[in-house]
């Protein structure tokens, strides 16, 4: 059953039994069933950071995964992922084609903030689909408000979302769940604050806590799995509050479970153990 909102002002735990589940796939399934995510962003230097959230989003279970990349990540996207549509794009103007094929977009991962990021940010705004804005693509939203599709996720750490209020880090971390409520509200979408104890939010002031996770977690690349994870989950149909409640805890049980083996836990060990669980608590087949 979808996890049950709370009154507005109380907190409520995320867990297992509350969880909403993915269908069980019929037996004539095909992919078309089960959304085209579009994964924008890898300037120079940050290629790594769409390739994970593209390999997440694959592992989830989306039905097509393609990706919109500088030109000269692409072999390297090829050579990890075959299964993985890839597109070198130097402006916006290439970008609307994948944008109409698409059905869930994910936007920050590795876009810097430079003309390229900026152009392409411009690019799926407009977009009229659910999307997952992370990393840069909060920072730009920082600096110029951009409207975001209903139906969208923002998933900022501490540092972003005092850039997105205005306001210290300190303060987001004296009143997280104010924090997310206040974010959810001004975009008008479902907020997830990252942290030790990830917040999920909604423009009506539910907040729902999940206290999963393990320190061995704290390293780069993990968001940007969880972005992937959550557009899988939105391109098959799940509202954003419930992709974001599965999503998060997925996640966070995946980085407890590796995080028991100690330090250097990396962000593409999260993705297999992330589908195992995804796979105990919603079969594939019935």
């Not at 300037?43 to 990349?69: I, P, Q």
Request: proline share 7%; hydrophobic share 50%.
């Amino acid at each position: 059953m979808p996890q049950t909102k709370h009154p507005p002002g109380q907190l409520e735990l995320l867990t297992s039994i509350g969880l909403a589940p993915l269908p069980p796939r019929a037996l004539a399934a095909q992919k078309g069933d089960f959304g085209h995510v579009l994964v924008v962003g890898g300037d120079r230097g940050t290629g790594g950071a769409v390739l994970l959230s593209a390999e997440a989003a694959l592992r989830c279970g989306a039905g097509l995964v393609s990706l919109a990349t500088r030109s000269e990540q692409v072999p390297a996207a090829l050579a990890r992922l075959p299964e993985v549509m890839a597109l070198g794009v130097h402006s916006a103007n290439q970008l609307m084609t994948p944008i109409e094929r698409a059905s869930v977009l994910v936007v920050g991962p590795g876009l810097g903030q430079a003309a390229w990021g900026r152009s392409l940010l411009s690019a799926v705004a407009n977009a009229k689909v659910p999307q997952v804005w992370d990393a840069d693509a909060l920072n730009l939203l920082a600096r110029a408000p951009l409207p975001l599709p209903a139906g969208s996720l923002i998933t900022p750490h501490p540092g972003e979302a005092a850039r997105l209020l205005g306001i210290s880090t300190e303060a987001v971390q004296a009143d997280r769940p104010g924090a997310a409520r206040k974010l959810a509200r001004k975009y008008a979408v479902v907020c997830v604050l990252k942290g030790a104890g990830t917040l999920i939010a909604d423009p009506v002031g539910s907040v729902a806590l999940c206290k999963r996770g393990h320190p061995a977690m704290a390293g780069a690349g993990l968001g940007d799995v969880l972005s992937g994870v959550l557009a899988a989950l939105l391109a098959q149909k799940m509202s954003s509050w419930d992709a974001a409640c599965l999503g998060v805890w997925l996640h966070a049980c995946a980085g407890e479970r590796l995080g028991a083996q100690g330090r250097g836990l990396a962000a593409s060990d999260l993705v297999p153990a992330i589908r195992h669980l995804l796979e105990e608590h919603s079969a594939c087949q019935a």
